[in-house]
C-alpha cells in the first residue's frame, strides 16, 4: 500500500506510543501526512511518565514514508483541539482520516469493583475514554466532512460482539463504560457522516505487544515469545502495526463506505484485506478469546494466527 494515501491528510489523536503509534507509522508508510498528538514531548512527560514521545513518533512516521508533524495536544481542552484542527486546516486545507486513540491505560484500578477503585482516576478515565474523543470529533469533523470519502476510526478494546457478550471484571466498570461507549460514538458519527460521503467505524487491537505490555512482560519486539511470566494467551499478542495495517486497509479500500458504523477487529479486517503482522501471520485474537481463553475450552492460540 505504499504511496496510496499521498497526499491525504490523518490526525491521529494519542500518537505517542501503542496502537496509537502504531497506526501513524503505518499511515505513514502509505504516504500520508500524519499529526500526531499527545502530552508527552522530549521536554516533558505526561503523567504516563514514559519516555516514548510524539516527536520519536513523527520522525518514524517520516522515516517510513510520509510526513510526520507532532503537536503536543491535551484533548480534554477544548481550546487546545480548535487550536489543532485550525492549525490543520491552514497547513493542509483538508483531513482525510481521524483516528481517535485516547485512553488512559495508567488509570487502570484492577481486579475491583466499582466501589472500591479510585475514583478520581476513574473519572479521568471517562474523561479521557470518551469526553476527549467527543471533543475531537466535535472539531476534527467540521473539517473532514468538507471533502467526501473521509474516515473516523474509534480505537477500543473489545468487538462489540465480544463487549456484550463479556464483563471484564479484572478491568472495571469506567473501564468498560469507556470501551463499549467508542461502539455507540461510531455508530452515531457514521450516521452524521453518512450524506457527506464520510466513514465512521470503531475498531479494536487483539491483545496488543505495546511499549507498556513488552516491559510488564520483561521482553522486546524481538524476543517477546521467550516471556517466563507472560500467561499462555499472549502467544496470541499483535503487533502497533497489525493494528495500523487495518487502518491503512480502511482508509486505502475505495468501497469501505460497506464498512459504515460497524464495529472490527484487527484480526477480522486482516482476513477480509490480506494484510498481515510483522511476522507474516494474521492473528485473531477475539476469536480465540470467544472460542477458546473465556470459554476455557481447548485450543492453541497458534492455530489463531
Not at 476510526?153 to 463499549?180: H, M, P, W
Not at 501471520?281 to 494466527?305: F, H, I, M, T
Request: charged share 25%.
Amino acid at each position: 500500500m505504499t504511496g496510496q494515501l499521498h497526499g491525504k491528510v490523518a490526525l491521529v489523536a494519542g500518537a505517542t506510543r501503542g496502537a496509537g503509534r502504531g497506526i501513524a507509522v503505518e499511515l505513514g508508510a502509505a504516504g500520508a501526512t500524519v499529526y500526531g498528538t499527545g502530552r508527552s514531548t522530549r521536554e516533558q512527560r505526561s503523567d504516563y511518565d514514559r519516555p516514548e514521545t510524539i516527536e520519536d513518533t513523527a520522525e518514524l512516521v517520516t522515516r517510513a514514508g510520509g510526513r510526520g508533524i507532532a503537536v503536543r495536544v491535551d484533548h480534554t481542552d477544548p481550546a487546545q483541539v480548535r487550536g489543532l484542527v485550525q492549525r490543520i486546516e491552514a497547513e493542509q486545507g483538508r483531513l482525510d482520516v481521524l483516528v481517535n486513540d485516547l485512553g488512559g491505560e495508567h488509570l487502570m484500578d484492577w481486579h475491583k469493583p466499582i466501589w472500591q477503585q479510585d475514583l478520581t482516576k476513574g473519572l479521568q478515565r471517562l474523561r479521557t475514554g470518551i469526553e476527549a474523543h467527543m471533543i475531537t470529533s466535535h472539531f476534527a469533523l467540521a473539517l473532514l466532512s468538507k471533502q467526501p470519502g473521509g474516515l473516523v476510526v474509534e480505537l477500543t478494546d473489545g468487538t462489540a460482539e465480544v463487549n456484550e457478550q463479556y464483563y471484564r471484571s479484572d478491568c472495571g466498570a469506567f473501564f468498560d463504560i469507556a470501551k463499549t461507549a467508542m461502539h455507540r460514538l461510531a455508530r452515531a458519527q457514521g450516521e452524521e457522516l453518512k450524506e457527506f460521503g464520510g466513514t465512521a467505524v470503531s475498531l479494536t487491537p487483539g491483545w496488543l505487544r505495546s511499549e507498556m505490555m513488552l516491559e510488564h512482560f520483561g521482553v522486546t519486539e524481538e524476543n517477546w515469545r521467550e516471556s517466563t511470566t507472560a500467561p499462555p494467551g499472549f502467544a496470541i499478542a499483535e503487533s502497533p502495526a497489525f493494528v495500523g495495517r487495518a487502518v491503512v486497509a480502511l482508509a486505502t479500500d475505495p468501497e469501505v463506505a460497506r464498512w459504515n458504523t460497524e464495529s472490527l477487529s484487527s484480526g477480522y479486517l486482516a482476513k477480509v484485506y490480506g494484510f498481515t503482522d510483522t511476522d507474516g501471520s494474521q492473528p485473531d485474537c477475539w476469536r480465540y478469546a470467544l472460542e477458546v481463553e473465556w470459554p476455557g475450552k481447548p485450543g492453541n492460540p497458534d492455530d489463531y494466527r
